[in-house]
């Protein structure tokens, strides 16, 4: 059946089949039962089915891989699916070879350089399109000029991306130090995989794959060559300077991590393993739980997976609606709760000016972001004043047309205070060409203009990677940028994974207080990236394409975090008492009530000198300021009750 009356006959049984069995929208494809699972299993029926000599079709795992329809290999404790096929299929790597993104970047690269068109292709394609690729260059049915765009066109086996067999075929020789997608791929046909003595009968007799366990397999070093990529360095003509550029060092990133040390491997937090394993087949129907690492292998590209989602009929795409939004949700909540820390906190400041610090802490295992070096993360910080509700100062904010405001033309510097609206701190890596013009051209990277990216934690400058790893210039010159602080406020140790900065905010509207909000955001494809690549959208289907579709998507940042402080003029630091302030207070001034660091109220209340209840005060309300103009001159205290069940009194005066 051809692709687009596959769909128009398949779509009206997705919808029965989303309301009626995939009703849970975070993990729609979560447990599958007859029917059900038997539709799944149809559906993957699209994907390739392709026999090579060293590779074959993720489709051929479906068999033994998909969904059970007795619902009992393949699950987690609770019998939800661990389907490998059925969690890979709607990852990046899954479509990794059709996605369009990456289409029009190859198509971009070869039009800027026309001599080297195909070489480039034949980079691009090594780990977009691995299994094409090495069977091409194994089988020696490549051309002289390698693995092609053209070549990969009609090839289901590269058209599978970054397939079953791409990555269970690995051998493990040299992993740690190969890049590039230089694989090497077993010439045997056998399936390395995580656990011990597997029961080969029935898999090779079907797929000629025989399961063999094979340790490298929990390991790092199996993504590592896809996963480290340098390009030899071309100048303004096209020619090769001799020079090496490493564009891409997530696993040398995590080398130089406290998780390398830590033996928490990529898989560790990419493939959780399913608590107490699971049956790694659907048959035969005797198999046991085994160890089973889940496949669901997301990152930060929500984006691109919406992206895909919406155009997947276009682009040919054999993951269902469902599958996508299960692995958004993922990749959501993975930059949501597992990926930063963010922390914010007031300064002592002198009149008229506002002072607070932000922090934020890596929680991945490589820097944040990693990888493609489109990827950025930003602040924003907003200071609104508690009386009048005004927003008193607004760094970071975001457009769909403008973007992210105040980012410079060229590229943001990295700031460690920032004091103008103009300022945004902007984590991102940004290389320039052998003049020092910034550049999204992979083939001219040249000198590193700007990484602030955030250090894992354990990210040592002494360390044997770091050459390939290294801060830009002006992170290298912010001398807290991933230190620890000791307790005297002095400079500690290197390896904390964070950054801190400053906001000073001057300020005469005469706020006596203020909310300031601080959101951390991330976008994986920003507008600029890819602006200079759409002016060839005339000479390239793959550009236009991918313009068109970029153009009609919500590009909106992810929200990855967000923390709100309240601050006070005249704060003035680690006090250990609770005050009010201003003390002594005049008739047409608010009292406010300013908690130690780290304290909140339960309840407050006005009393006179004796004690006496004068009146109940919101909480929010003693924060922030409220009135005393009805009360006499004289001597009161202000009651409060703790959290812990503590009490507190502070005497005040009114003028
Ligand atoms: C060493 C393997 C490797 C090679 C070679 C390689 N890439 Fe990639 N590419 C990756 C990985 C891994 C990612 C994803 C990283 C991430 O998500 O941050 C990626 C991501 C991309 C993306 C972003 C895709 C998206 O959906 O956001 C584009 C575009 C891209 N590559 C283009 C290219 C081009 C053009 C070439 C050839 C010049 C190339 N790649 C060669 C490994 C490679
Ligand atoms: C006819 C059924 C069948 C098909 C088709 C099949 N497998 Fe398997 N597979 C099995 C069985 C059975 C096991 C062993 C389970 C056990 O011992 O508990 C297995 C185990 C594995 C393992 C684990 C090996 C280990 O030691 O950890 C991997 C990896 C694997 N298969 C990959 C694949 C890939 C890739 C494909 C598609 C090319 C595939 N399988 C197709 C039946 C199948
Ligand atoms: C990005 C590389 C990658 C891709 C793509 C991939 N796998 Fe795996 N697979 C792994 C790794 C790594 C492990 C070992 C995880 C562990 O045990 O820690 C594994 C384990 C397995 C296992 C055994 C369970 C275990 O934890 O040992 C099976 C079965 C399996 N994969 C099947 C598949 C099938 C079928 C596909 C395609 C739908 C697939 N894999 C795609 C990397 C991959
Ligand atoms: C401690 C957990 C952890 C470990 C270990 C880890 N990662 Fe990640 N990784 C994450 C988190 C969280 C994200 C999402 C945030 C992000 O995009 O940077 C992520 C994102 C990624 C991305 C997408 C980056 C981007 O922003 O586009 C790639 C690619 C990646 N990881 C590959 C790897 C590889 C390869 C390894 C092993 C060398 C590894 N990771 C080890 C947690 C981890
Ligand atoms: C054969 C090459 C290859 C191998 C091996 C490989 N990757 Fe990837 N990986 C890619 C490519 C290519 C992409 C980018 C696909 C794209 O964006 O179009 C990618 C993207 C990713 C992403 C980003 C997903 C997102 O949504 O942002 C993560 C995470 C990731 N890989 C983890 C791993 C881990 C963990 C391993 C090892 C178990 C591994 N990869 C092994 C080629 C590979």
Known sequence: MKRANFFAFFLPLISVGAGVFLTAAEDPHQKFKGD???????????LCTEEGVYFTGSGNCVNCHAPDP????????????????????????????????????????????????????????????????????LTGAAGPNGYTMEDLADDALGLDGVGCAACHT?????????????????????????????????????????PVYGEHMRNSEVCASCHSLYVHTQDLGGEETGQVYFEQTTYLEWVNS???????????????LVEGGAIAATQPNWLFPQRFGKHHLVGGNAFMLKLMRDNAVTLELSASPAQFDST???????????????????????????LFEVEIENAAGHKFPSGYPSRMAFLEFVLVSSSSGDTLFHSGKWSPEEGV????????????????????????????????????????????????????????????????VRFGP???????????????????EEGSGTDRLVYRIADASGATSVQASVRLHYIAVPARWVSGMFEYSDQSEAIATFESMFNASDRTPVLMKSTTVLGWMGYDGGSEQWRVAPNPVADDQLIRLIPPVGETAMAVWLTDSNGRVLREVAVNEAMNGHGISDLAAGVYFARIQLFDGGWQAVRWVKL
């Open 474 to 492: 002006m992170a290298e010159l912010d001398v807290d940028f991933n230190h620890y602080r000791n307790a005297d406020g002095s400079v500690g």
């Open 258 to 272: 406290a998780f390398n040390a830590e033996n928490v491997q990529c898989q560790g937090c990419h493939m959780p």
């Open 70 to 137: 007795e619902g009992e290999a393949l699950v987690d404790e609770t019998g939800h699916t661990v389907s490998p096929v059925t969690d890979w299929q709607a990852t990046m790597m899954a479509n990794s070879a059709r996605d369009p993104f990456w289409q029009a970047k190859v198509a971009h690269e070869g039009l800027v350089n026309p001599d080297h068109r195909e070489s480039i292709e034949n980079v691009c394609t090594a780990c977009h399109a691995p299994q094409g690729f090495h069977e091409a260059h």
């Open 328 to 354: 958004i949700a993922r990749t959501e909540r993975s930059l949501q709760n597992e990926t930063a820390h963010l922390n914010a906190w007031q300064l002592p400041s002198q009149d008229g000016e506002w």
């Open 170 to 210: 690995i051998d493990d020789i040299n992993l740690a130090g190969r890049s590039n997608g230089d694989l090497p791929i077993n010439s045997e046909n056998v399936a390395w995989g995580g656990f011990e003595n597997p029961w080969d009968g029935l898999m090779s007799g079907q797929t000629g794959f025989i």
């Open 36 to 46: 059900d699972a038997a539709m799944m299993r149809w559906r993957m029926g699209e």
């Open 405 to 468: 405001f105040g980012r410079d033309e060229g590229y943001e510097p990295h700031w460690n205070e920032i004091s103008s609206e103009e300022q945004v701190q902007v984590y991102e890596t940004v290389f320039g060409d052998v003049s020092g013009t910034p550049t999204q051209l992979l083939e001219r990277a040249s000198v590193l203009l700007k990484d602030n990216r955030v250090a894992p934690r354990g990210f040592y400058s002494n360390h044997l990677a770091y050459d390939t």
